[in-house]
């Protein structure tokens, strides 16, 4: 097999890049905006060098997570995929996104491709039709291996019993030849964390993966055998060709597959590199199609040192950041303060202090200074810089430094140490300029000398910020054109299509060109800005909605507890057995929001109600269970004292949206039992009649697991999950007290009345 050649390569004539393809499960935040600036700044350098760049991105809508939220909400799955993937369109439009295509997984193209890949796969004797009867986690499309019961180890959630027919693939058969492949190409993944847990994955042992499913409909039918539908990842990877016109017999569609696969660069998130570094590249050895030649992961973006995670509530929309800074700077940000394939963490403070540092104070405020001068001093009108001095040259050399520096770390992912470098030629810019003060005029010096050292300074800074801003051109694309504009330069998007950045040496500003007027380009952020971006975020949590299902949104609280999820590996299957032993599709590791209806909601009673988190819940119940004395509210157990409910003297009122917002569900218990080594805690599995659930429950010193079994109780069911012991908690169970009796034995909400499972409390 042919080397791959190297990812970024500034001499190839063309050059093919991703994103990860977005799953549709609610609106995108700012860890899909990561991947995608991040995406759109390699292409518009890659462009700018005169490259023939294809830039892709596009959304991931097929599965049964896709179609059961669909269902919850009313809509059909591809209405509910229309807004979502439209809300992507639209952020990724807001923030200057320059890409060449939008693939989505429900659009005919797609599907005729996925199909032709699966035959071809099916006709070369590399798929074959079994059965799989096990455990399967929805959440994570994900199968898992044990017995009923078992909870997904991935994300925590209870698991679901699956029966059914499925087609495998042979990924058996490529283990040799993937680990022949990574070994004779050491560039194909990247960090080399990836690539040494991939290596080791593989090492392992691979067992044959199912790649069809027959237990709901939402999505690719397998040609022939309509019955099946194609697995979500074989889905969502082959978006890569389809999208280039594989499947196509269009000759305009063969001819860019042709010029543009295989492809330079996917990039993705760490938590999906063993679906593109593994499953990605033995599809397409199977079916004879060349592998793309470099895979690169990026690291988490944390908030509150918690991977941002729709499921977890601690998201933050790139929309409040354009709002209030606008898109170059959180662009800036995202590039500068975050060493590629490393972990971030982004704060609302870090940002507003990085713009106010770099980009205000810094990059803006030279800008504002050189430009105001020239029109005052020189009419807009870059005069003759005349001889240079040592100053001069000192600052040359270091622009042209900069030049030759910049490239090659930008091309090998070092975008902070790319940006460190450029912004120390600000700083050495800023300080010749001060150093000189050509706004100060010596008494000993003559008009004649002091305006000749202008003309010489204000030249030669102006050509200074010519050089900086062509580089920073691709990250901060809104700023670098207003700039441009200031210099007298024309549209900077122009020259981008002139490749302007291929022969970028000093020299480039000639005297006698007319500036432009002088336009702010960062104005500083005032102190409340912070508390501005937080309200903005607030708001949404509080009341964000799905626009796709015209719900509500379960708005997390923001908690450092939780362990970041994983992407659960493939299902795999003992080519002899048919036995899955593995995971598979984590939706580019883009956990789902809870989606609740919003239905109508109004108090019935005059009782408190204090939700539990259910991992602390009911402590204190009994046994045998008592009666709960009328009028006694629903309280948490003592661990959350803080959460109970205040004196009877005083009045807390809330209003009927408040209450709306708490969906209270009834649900029956299945299945109670110890956790080990864990006292106060039980594991549930409950039945919400749409839906079973895992909760756990602070209840162990109180009730014998097996009497729980079968009984009624009310939880909180939008409740934002909660990772303990490292089993995923799903909701919250009410219990009744006394009030202000800490030994009053709280009691299980619950009925007397035969109440459907499911039917929510209003």
């Known amino acids: 097999m042919t080397k791959p050649d190297s990812s970024l390569d500034s001499g190839a004539k063309r050059f093919y890049l991703t994103t990860p393809i977005y799953y549709v499960n609610a609106r995108p935040h700012l860890g899909h905006a990561y991947s995608t600036i991040v995406c759109d700044a390699i292409a518009r350098r890659k462009r700018a060098l005169g490259i023939d760049t294809w830039f ?14 669909a269902k919850l909400a009313g809509k059909t799955p591809l209405e509910f995929a229309d807004v979502i993937a439209g809300e992507f369109r639209s952020l990724w439009d807001r923030l200057g996104i320059r890409y060449d295509d939008f693939i989505r997984t429900t659009e005919p193209r797609h599907v005729r491709g996925v199909q032709k890949l699966f035959a071809t796969l099916r006709d070369k004797g590399y798929i074959y039709k079994s059965t799989y009867t096990g455990q399967y986690c929805v959440s994570d499309e994900a199968y898992v291996d044990g017995p009923p019961g078992t909870v997904c180890p991935t994300c925590g959630r209870m698991t679901e019993t699956v029966s059914e027919e499925n087609y495998f693939f042979k990924l058996s058969a490529f283990e040799r030849k993937l680990l022949e492949f990574y070994e004779a190409h050491p560039e194909f993944m990247q960090p080399e964390s990836t690539r040494r847990e991939v290596i080791s994955f593989v090492r392992g042992g691979l067992k044959d993966l199912s790649v069809s499913r027959t237990s709901f409909s939402w999505g690719i039918p397998v040609p022939g ?3 099946h539908v194609v697995y979500v990842w074989l889905d969502a990877l082959a978006n890569y060709m389809t999208a280039l016109g594989y499947g196509s ?3 305009a569609d063969k001819a860019r597959f042709e010029k543009f696969w295989p492809a330079d660069l996917h990039l993705i998130g760490k938590e999906i590199s063993r679906f593109h570094c593994v499953y990605w590249p033995a599809f397409l050895m199977a079916a004879g199609i060349p592998v793309p030649r470099s895979v690169r992961a990026n690291g988490w973006l944390l908030f509150d040192d918690t991977k941002m995670s729709k499921s977890l509530g601690n998201i933050v929309r790139a929309e409040t950041i354009d709002e209030v800074l606008g898109a170059d700077a959180l662009r800036y940000f995202l590039l500068r303060e975050i060493p590629f394939g490393q972990d971030g963490s982004f704060t609302f403070d870090a940002l507003v202090r990085r713009y106010n540092g770099d980009l205000a104070n810094g990059y803006g405020n030279l800008v504002s200074r050189v430009v105001n001068m020239m029109h005052k001093y020189f009419g807009g009108v870059v005069p003759e810089a005349g001889a240079a001095t040592e100053a001069e040259e000192a600052l040359r050399a270091t622009a042209e430094r900069t030049l030759a520096e910049f490239g090659p770390a930008f091309d090998e992912f070092n975008f902070s140490e790319a940006l460190k470098g450029l912004w120390a030629l600000v700083a050495e810019t800023d300080g010749y300029l001060t150093a000189n003060a050509p706004w100060k ?6 008009d004649a000398d002091h305006v000749a050292l202008q003309a010489r300074v204000l030249a030669t800074a102006a050509e200074a910020i010519r050089i900086i801003t062509a580089l920073v051109y691709p990250i901060l694309p809104a700023s670098a054109e207003k700039v441009w504009r200031q210099l007298g330069l024309g549209e900077i998007d122009e020259a981008g299509k002139q490749a302007f950045l291929m022969n970028l ?7 006698g060109t007319r500036f432009g007027e002088p336009a702010p380009l960062f104005p500083r952020a005032e102190k409340d800005a912070m508390e501005r971006m937080q309200n903005l975020e607030n708001e949404n949590s509080a009341s964000a909605v799905d626009a796709a299902a015209g719900t509500k949104i379960d708005a997390a609280a923001r908690n450092k507890n939780v362990d970041p999820q994983q992407a659960p590996a493939s299902p795999s299957v003992d080519p002899t057995t048919a036995k899955d032993t593995a995971t598979a599709h984590a939706n580019d590791a883009l956990t789902p929001t809870t989606v609740v209806p919003q239905d109508a909601a109004r108090p019935v ?7 539990v988190p259910a991992e602390i819940a009911s402590a204190r119940l009994s046994s045998t269970p008592a009666t709960a004395p009328a009028g006694a509210p629903l309280t948490p157990d003592a661990a959350t004292a803080e959460q109970t409910a205040p004196p009877a003297e005083e009045k807390h009122f809330i209003t009927i949206d408040d209450f709306a917002k708490v969906d209270l569900r009834v649900a029956q218990i299945l299945v109670a039992e110890r956790i080990p080594k864990a006292d106060k805690l039980l594991r549930l599995e409950v039945d919400l009649g749409y839906e079973k659930r895992q909760i756990l429950a602070g209840i162990a010193q109180y009730y014998e697991p097996e009497k729980l079994i079968g009984r009624k109780i009310v939880i ?3 409740l934002a999950p909660r990772k303990m012991r490292g089993l995923e908690s799903n909701g919250m169970l009410l219990a009744a007290s006394l009030p202000n009796n800490a030994e009053s034995t709280p009691v299980l909400a619950g009925f007397l009345e035969d109440v459907p499972l499911g039917a929510r409390l209003k």
């Open 56 to 69: 892709l991105t596009g959304t991931d809508e097929h599965g049964q997570k896709i179609e059961r939220s």
């Open 505 to 511: 040496q000093w020299g480039g500003l000639k005297a």
């Open 441 to 446: 005029k010596p008494a000993e010096r003559s």
């Open 716 to 718: 909180v069911a939008n």
């Open 605 to 611: 009673a005059t009782a408190q109600v204090h939700p």
């Open 225 to 227: 055998d309509e019955k």
């Open 249 to 251: 017999d269009d000759p």
